[in-house]
């Protein structure tokens, strides 16, 4: 089964405040997503690519920047974090089909 | 507007009782897919299913595309079956790869 880990797994900083998530797979899939989760809203998708250097715009992609900096690894950047911002925040690879989910990283903006 | 309506938002059965959960699309799609969310958060695929049905153990998924319809069946409920249940409707792009539109899930609870 696919691999994908997300770092760090909590994360508490302030408004205003620069935060990065990590996420990497082992798998060599081509795509990779970024989704937040919130009560009342589901999984909503935030950035997705489909190689190093490839970046799509999802559907909630304000405040948010991605890189996709190897076929491996997949970054989300909240460069002026604000409380809205606050959520579950899940990465997931997939080849064709099936999309694999990391284990999610909890973010509180303060 | 939500491309994916899911139902129950929330179930309550005892254990050995089946459950039915429905999500109704209204776009085109490449596929439906479910999901299982444990209560610790992660997220395990469930089915992929772009048409017709097909199992998983006590699991059943049907997909009528002219219906706009998807269904999860659970037969024979345990109380490890509680958590969550989603479906995700994806869209193939052109030059854009692959989308997923979530369902808001649907929140089941299995007593002994």
């Known amino acids: 089964e696919a691999a994908v880990t997300q770092s760090p797994r909590n994360k508490v900083t302030v408004t205003g405040g620069n935060v990065t998530l990590s996420c990497r797979q082992t798998?060599?899939?081509?795509?990779m997503y970024w989704y937040r989760q919130d009560t009342g809203h589901g999984l909503r998708l935030i950035h997705y690519?489909?190689?190093?250097?490839?970046?799509q715009i999802g559907d909630v992609p304000d405040g948010y920047k991605a890189t996709r900096t190897t076929q491996e690894d997949f970054f989300l950047l909240l460069e002026l974090a604000s409380p809205s911002q606050t959520s579950l925040y899940f990465c997931a690879s997939s080849h064709w089909d099936t999309q694999y989910f990391g284990p999610g990283t909890r973010l509180l903006v303060l | 507007g939500q491309q994916v309506q899911q139902s129950p938002a929330s179930l309550v059965l005892q254990e050995g009782e089946n459950a039915e959960l429905q999500c109704n699309f209204s776009?085109?799609?490449?596929?439906m897919q479910w999901f299982y969310q444990r209560p610790g958060g992660s997220l395990v695929s469930l089915f992929y299913?772009?048409?017709g049905t097909k199992h998983s153990g006590r699991l059943t998924s049907t997909t009528v595309i002219k219906e706009r319809r998807s269904s999860l069946h659970i037969s024979s409920s345990q109380t490890t079956d509680s958590g969550t249940y989603l479906c995700a409707l994806e869209r193939l792009q052109q030059g854009t790869g692959s989308k997923l539109s979530f369902g808001k899930g649907a929140k089941l609870t299995v007593s002994p």
């Open positions: 690519s489909y190689g190093a250097g490839n970046l």
């Open positions: 798998n060599s899939h081509n795509y």
């Open positions: 299913n772009p048409s």
């Open positions: 776009t085109s799609l490449n596929s």
